[in-house]
């Protein structure tokens, strides 16, 4: 897919044009969220292609560093999204990485970054069209919200 | 001085002079005067002829825990990376703790950064320790050249002026809402016990809270505005012990190192964010802040979340996990985003 | 050099035109902010001692852009780097307290051949206002500066009897005084000026005593001195001296890439960091604190001194109010000097 803004790069944290489109960093884990993603594709379930997929080995493994250095770089949302808990390949990743993502979200939202840029779900293997539900929501919900401004790093260059 | 702290001084002057004298501790981690009025500075006492120096008042405000794994691996012989540890016991450490002193002690234990056995804890229960930029704003920008603590008042004089205010207005923030001001573990228990009672302990929280999320963004950005990266906030923290902080990360790079606003707040969140459900708002970062940013807030709203959704409280019980490293089946999920099978 | 005597109204008229002809920043509560036509009131009455912010940041700005690229692949300039178009803006900083004051004249001896320090220098005017009241925590006549030092100034303000004695010392302080301001000094002015001078230094016997007894000193006994295990223990380690110190002018370069844009930044760094000299094998040769601790005092007192012939010090009293822990270098400079 050829993106025009992402090759822009400068202009990544865009202004909302009519036709700006929100760009979301999507962490999925490599036993469910992303074979779901897969399942979605293979099944032919439409959703919006404004999620960037990174593959990761398990939800536990995505830190709060990971999360704040996409808002960083212009992610206008991040979605996490990893097993049901008791499906979690390493037994209990999931259940470490909920107990975390509830405080950070709590706590981002708490310094006034807006709800809906940062969002968690579970999606198994099985759950195609819950994948693309679930991208579906996430992005009218980044959309509703408009490109991101607070922890953008910019770099002027004259 | 106030009579309790002269008290309470003499009384870990002298149980240190004895536990250095008979050979017990190696060293003793208590504090000595400062060269400004309302200073102290962390002090290691190694000689019985040291205890002299100890001191106690309400300026005590850096945690002693922050420098114990560093003192006790400082007292063991020395030895390479992979030679194993000694056999035998290993020198001890004597240190003065207060409630939250203590409570960071429980949470190094738990993290196994110190090992108890080589400890001799001095609990003290705290009174609130004073804020010098409360006392100094109470000063009016005039230069305080003398403070003297009475039992409810500090006396606060200067050139031309003098003025009495009440103890408790200048007690910092976070003793101000403190549960836990005797200590939760001890070998030997100095002055009186304390029995405080508070209530709304997170109404500053609750407060910030309530505000609106634009208001709440203004208020964060302009509480780090005048950050300049000291890192005294993460030096002065007893949680702080990562062979390699996030900061000092270069590939990937999680934060910048300018002042950056960008940079900043990550920083900040950041540096929250590791203390969660471990912060036992000691005040230690705020104390040592030089630009006076409140961050002591953010670890503060991070403490609520753990009590209130996961039940848990830093630095209580040795054995205990501390609440991000372990998990509970029916722990709260209602932020998740679940699509029902159709 | 020229002397004037100004009233207040005299005063306040040159920094009206300061603030409408350039950029013009004071001291307001604990930091450095720029002062607009209608906020003058805020920078007359200033609280004695130097305030919290350090006058440093307008000479190594935090970070200082060296140059930026593109970063992305197919631009016809990616990777080439070009110079920051902006030129630093022309500017007054009033308010300066002569120690502050000193410290930029002993920062640009180490920056001498820096095009961006100097860059910044020839932009800025410096007009200082001297000391009648000190802090407990100044100490700068035993460090060689004076409260009514006119280093490193453009032009020395000194109040007296109501009003300002002006002390014009070089041509850019001239340049900023509109013909016609204020009347020429009588002699009671100036003998009110070599009074409080002299009043100042009594008591002190030679300015240069410290830096010399330093120079005596033998290197490698300061450096091995005990004291610096005691003086260390305490240090958290953070960079809050470093950082307040208007003398403190280490920094680190490094690349910025954002979204395909990059800059080469350098900023502040500060000796009392582990990564300071952590060396791309892993190796640190100051890996321990006190290591970091010794070097801070050692370059102050004696490095520099041998270097440039006078302490990296200029006596604000800004790492002693500030150090969450209490460390004095008042003390130190007195232990080191009774190291035998």
Redesign the interface.
């Known amino acids: 897919m050829e993106d025009k803004n992402l090759q822009s790069g400068t202009n990544l944290a865009a202004s909302p044009t009519a036709n700006w489109e929100p760009r979301i960093v999507a962490f999925l884990c490599n036993w469910c969220s992303y074979a779901g993603a897969d399942l979605a594709g293979v099944s032919r379930f439409q959703y919006p292609p404004n999620i960037r997929i990174i593959r990761v080995p398990c939800s536990g493994r995505v830190s709060a560093n990971m999360i704040l250095d996409a808002l960083k770089a212009g992610a206008d949302g991040v979605l996490v999204s990893g097993c049901h808990p008791g499906d979690c390949h390493y037994i209990s990743g999931n259940l470490h990485a909920r107990r975390r993502f509830g405080l950070l979200k709590n706590f981002l939202e708490f310094l006034g970054i807006e709800p809906g840029r940062i969002n968690f779900s579970w999606v198994s293997a099985s759950e195609g069209e819950q994948f693309s539900e679930v991208v579906k929501k996430v992005t009218g919900r980044v959309k509703a919200l408009g490109p991101t401004r607070r922890l953008v790093k910019e770099i002027r260059i004259d | 001085m106030s009579d309790t702290n002269a008290k309470i001084t003499e009384e870990i002057r002298a149980k240190a002079r004895e536990l250095l004298s008979s050979g017990e501790i190696a060293a003793f981690l208590g504090f000595t005067s400062g060269s400004l009025p309302m200073t102290t500075r962390p002090f290691v006492a190694k000689r019985p002829g040291d205890a002299d120096k100890l001191i106690w008042n309400s300026f005590c405000v850096m945690n002693l825990a922050n420098y114990l794994p560093a003192l006790l691996e400082s007292l063991e012989p020395p030895r390479g990376p992979k030679d194993p540890p000694p056999a035998g016991p290993l020198p001890k450490v004597g240190v003065v703790a207060t409630g939250c002193c203590s409570r960071n002690i429980v949470v190094q234990m738990q993290e196994r950064q110190v090992d108890r056995s080589r400890l001799v804890i001095l609990g003290v229960s705290s009174r609130g320790m004073v804020d010098r930029k409360k006392v100094m704003a109470a000063a009016e920008g005039r230069e305080p050249l003398k403070v003297e603590e009475g039992g409810h008042t500090l006396k606060v004089s200067g050139r031309d002026y003098e003025l009495e205010i009440d103890r408790w207005s200048a007690v910092r923030d976070n003793c101000l809402t403190c549960a836990h001001n005797n200590p939760v573990i001890s070998d030997y228990l100095i002055g009186p016990v304390s029995n405080r009672d508070v209530k709304d302990r997170f109404a500053q929280i609750e407060a910030i809270e309530a505000m609106p999320a634009n208001a709440r963004w203004k208020w964060f950005t302009d509480e780090i505005a005048s950050c300049i990266r000291c890192y005294a906030c993460r030096n002065a923290c007893p949680l702080c012990y990562c062979p390699t902080c996030f900061v000092d990360d270069s590939r990937p790079q999680w934060v910048g190192k300018s002042t950056e606003p960008a940079d900043t707040a990550l920083f900040h969140i950041l540096r929250a964010f590791h203390c969660a459900g471990r912060c036992t708002d000691c005040g230690a970062c705020e104390s040592a802040c030089p630009m006076g940013i409140k961050m002591r807030l953010f670890t503060r709203k991070l403490s609520k979340d753990a009590f209130n959704l996961f039940g848990a409280e830093a630095g209580l019980d040795p054995q205990a996990q501390p609440p991000l490293a372990t998990y509970r089946p029916d722990d709260p999920e209602e932020f998740l985003i679940v699509e029902e099978k159709k | 050099m020229n002397i004037l005597r100004l009233d207040i109204n005299g005063l306040l008229d040159c920094l009206s035109s300061w603030a409408g002809g350039q950029e013009l920043y004071g001291p307001v509560k604990?930091?450095w902010r720029r002062i607009s036509r209608d906020g003058l009131e805020a920078v007359v009455s200033i609280?004695?001692?130097a305030p919290?912010a350090p006058i440093k940041t307008f000479f190594l700005a935090?970070?200082e852009t060296l140059f930026?690229?593109?970063a992305?692949h197919g631009d016809d300039d990616a990777w080439i780097p070009?110079p920051?178009?902006?030129a630093p803006n022309r500017r007054v900083l009033f308010g300066v307290r002569p120690c502050d004051a000193r410290s930029i004249a002993l920062n640009s001896m180490p920056y001498r051949d820096d095009p961006y320090y100097q860059a910044r220098m020839d932009k800025t005017a410096v007009v200082g206002l001297s000391c009648n009241e000190t802090?407990?925590?100044c100490f700068c006549k035993s460090v060689g500066g004076s409260p009514y030092g006119t280093e490193g100034l453009d032009i020395l303000l000194t109040k007296a009897d109501g009003g300002f004695i002006a002390e014009v010392l070089t041509s850019k302080g001239e340049g900023l005084l509109e013909k016609g301001t204020g009347t020429p000094a009588g002699d009671g002015d100036m003998a009110r000026l070599k009074a409080l001078r002299d009043a100042a230094q009594a008591g002190t016997s030679d300015t240069q005593a410290l830096s010399a007894s330093f120079k005596a000193k033998n290197l490698m006994q300061l450096y091995n001195a005990r004291l610096w295990q005691?003086l260390s223990?305490?240090c958290?380690?953070?960079?809050?001296c470093?950082?307040?110190c208007p003398t403190c002018y280490c920094f680190?370069i490094?690349d910025?890439?954002?979204?395909?844009?990059?800059?080469r930044?350098r900023?502040w760094d500060?000796c009392m960091?582990?990564?300071f000299t952590l060396h791309a094998s892993g190796h640190n040769p100051r890996g321990e604190?006190i290591k970091r601790v010794r070097n801070r005092f050692m370059h102050k007192l004696k490095y520099f001194t041998e270097r440039f012939g006078a302490l990296s010090c200029v006596g604000c009293g800004r790492c002693?109010?500030?150090c969450?822990?209490?460390?004095?270098i008042?003390?130190v400079i007195r232990d080191l000097l009774s190291v035998e």
Do not use: H, M, W
Request: with cysteine.
């Open positions: 604990d930091g609280p004695p001692g919290k935090q970070p930026t690229f593109s992305r070009t920051p178009k902006e802090c407990s925590t005691g223990e305490p958290l380690n953070c960079g809050a470093t950082f307040l680190d490094q910025e890439v954002v979204r395909q844009a990059g800059r930044i900023y500060s960091f582990p990564l604190k002693i109010r500030e969450p822990v209490n460390i004095d008042r003390e």
